[in-house]
Structures are given as structure tokens and as C-alpha cells.
């Protein structure tokens, strides 16, 4: 004979477990919809170390929920990358597992398809997707390891053609909204960003135009191509900055002695997103300001390091 308690008990059991897998439905149906893009939030995706430095991952955060999901893992290190313009797919470089050097790929979502863009036998980095989403630019260092140049990958042919070829590493190109510039940085100093230089070009080709020195670096150009953000050590340690296109009003938006880098403007150009090692344990986390430098706060707490943010469009 059963006696009212079992029954009682029973009731809890069953009560708790349809509560749980309640929860794990929600969870399993509000992830489907973030990656597809279907709620109007803030999002952006970055790369996730582990503490080993053995294996990264590209992440998808959704600010207002503070929920982060994994989209696309590799053994080795994934870096920078880039949405398509309509918020469907993000090109990166990473490595392949039988040579060398790193190739352009693409991973399209919510499918999370995988496919390569470019073969070697080069080390290609630093793909950023045109405001059209049909070509690429990139860097490449097919002439020598201390000679990286700017290339251009169009997406519907798979032909590479180069931009600029200069005499330094030139490389982290970066398209202009309105799609007729790109800004990069050169440096004559090996793989250090010591006496870099910040400039703008033509896509089309011509003369680059010098913007800003002092060791600075990494440029993201504001929604509305006015403004260009970017790091520099011309103060001592590695800040954020920003400066108009045309070279003026220089400004300074970060002060701290860890350093900061990798600045991303979100899509209505209110904020900026970068990287910084200000937390207790020293590793790498990705914060939030405003577009003057004010109101930085933390927005990924994970045991991963995290690097590149990138605003979802």
C-alpha cells in the first residue's frame, strides 16, 4: 500500500523534473534563437582561450542576458575574427593541422557549416569582411616571414589579388563603412608593434595616407567613418584611442597600466568594446565603454581568457 507520503514524494519528484527539463528547454530554445539572430540584443562574438594556451574557441555573447555560447572550436589558436554584414556568418584565421601557418575560414550559422577559404602555402591572418559581404581583406606574408602585405579575397571567385605591398608587416586591415578605404598598420620592427604606424588607402590603390604613429595600431573604423579607434603606447602603457579620419582630434579613452587592445565599435557607434588584463587573476577579459572612454565595465567573467571582440550586425 502506497501511503500519502510516497504519494507526496512522488508529486515532488515529478514536479521536479518537469521544472528541470522546462529549464533545459528554455535554455536549449533562447541559445537557437541567439545564434540565428532572431531577437533584437546586443551580441558580439570573441575568441576563448583555455588557461593551457592549447585550444580557443569562438564564443557568441549576448549582452543583456549575459549568456555566452560556444559556436566553432579548434585546436590552436583562432584569431580575429568578422562578421558578414548581415550577421550570418564569421570569417577568422586559424590554423590547419598539416602545415604551418594559419588560412582564411568561415563558419556559417545557426548550421555552424565549416569551410576554408584560402590553401596556402602562406600564413594568411586578419580577415575583415567588406561592408558588401562579397570580399575579404587580409594579410599575408608571401614574399618573406618579415614582409606581410594586403590582400584582397573575393568570395564569390576565390581569386586573391593584392592591395598594397609595402616594405615592413603590414597587416590588421580594416574596410571603411562606405567601402572605398581600408585603414592598416606597418611596422618595420619584426612581429612588435613598436614603431607602428597607422594608415589609410584606397581600395582601389594610390599612395597610402599616414594618420597617426607612435607606436599605434589596430584601427576599427566608427559606423559612420568618421572616427577610427585604435591602440597605442604613445603615452607609456598600450591605451585605447580614437581620431578622425582625416587625422585630427586626437584623443585618449583608456588609462590603465595593464594595457588595452583590440577596440570594436558596436553597430550604432555608442560603444566600444576591447580587451584588457585589468582583473585580479591577470588574464585577458573583454570590456565595454562608451564611445568617449567612460563607463568600462566587465562583460566576460569565464576561466577562458577572451580576445577580438566583434559586434554582431
Not at 590552436?76 to 584565421?93: C, E, M, N, R, V
Not at 603606447?233 to 585630427?248: K, L
Not at 555608442?270 to 563607463?295: C, P, Q, W
Request: proline fraction near 6%; aromatic fraction near 12%; charge should be negative.
Amino acid at each position: 500500500m502506497r501511503t500519502p507520503a510516497r504519494y507526496f514524494y512522488l508529486v515532488i519528484v515529478m514536479i521536479c523534473f518537469a521544472f528541470a527539463l522546462s529549464f533545459l528547454l528554455l535554455i536549449a530554445l533562447l541559445t537557437a534563437v541567439l545564434i540565428g539572430g532572431q531577437f533584437p540584443t546586443s551580441q558580439m562574438a570573441y575568441v576563448a582561450w583555455d588557461r593551457a594556451n592549447t585550444s580557443s574557441e569562438i564564443r557568441l555573447l549576448d549582452l543583456p542576458h549575459r549568456l555566452s555560447t560556444g559556436l566553432f572550436g579548434a585546436f590552436g589558436q583562432i584569431d580575429t575574427p568578422s562578421w558578414s554584414p548581415d550577421g550570418k556568418t564569421l570569417y577568422f584565421a586559424t590554423f590547419r593541422s598539416e602545415r604551418i601557418g594559419r588560412d582564411i575560414a568561415a563558419v556559417a550559422l545557426p548550421t555552424r557549416t565549416f569551410r576554408w577559404l584560402t590553401d596556402g602555402p602562406y600564413d594568411n591572418n586578419t580577415p575583415d569582411v567588406s561592408p558588401t559581404g562579397d570580399a575579404i581583406l587580409f594579410a599575408s606574408d608571401t614574399r618573406s616571414a618579415s614582409q606581410w602585405d594586403i590582400f584582397l579575397l573575393d568570395l564569390a571567385s576565390g581569386a586573391v589579388s593584392p592591395v598594397f605591398e609595402g616594405g615592413g608587416i603590414d597587416g590588421q586591415p580594416a574596410w571603411s563603412p562606405d567601402g572605398e578605404r581600408l585603414s592598416f598598420d606597418t611596422s618595420f620592427s619584426g612581429y612588435t608593434e613598436s614603431f607602428a604606424t597607422l594608415y589609410l588607402l584606397d581600395v582601389a590603390g594610390g599612395e597610402p595616407e599616414r594618420i597617426v604613429g607612435s607606436n599605434s595600431f589596430t584601427g576599427d573604423w566608427s559606423p559612420d567613418g568618421e572616427v577610427i579607434a585604435f591602440v597605442s603606447s604613445r603615452d607609456g602603457s598600450y591605451d585605447i584611442y580614437r581620431v578622425n579620419s582625416d587625422g585630427t582630434n586626437l584623443r585618449r579613452l583608456t588609462e590603465h597600466p595593464s594595457g588595452d587592445f583590440s577596440p570594436a565599435w558596436s553597430p550604432d557607434g555608442g560603444l566600444i568594446a576591447f580587451v584588457s588584463r585589468r582583473t585580479a587573476d591577470g588574464e585577458a577579459h573583454i570590456y565595454v565603454m562608451k564611445a568617449d572612454g567612460n563607463a568600462a565595465h566587465l562583460v566576460t567573467a569565464e576561466i577562458l581568457s577572451a580576445f577580438y571582440p566583434t559586434w554582431r550586425p
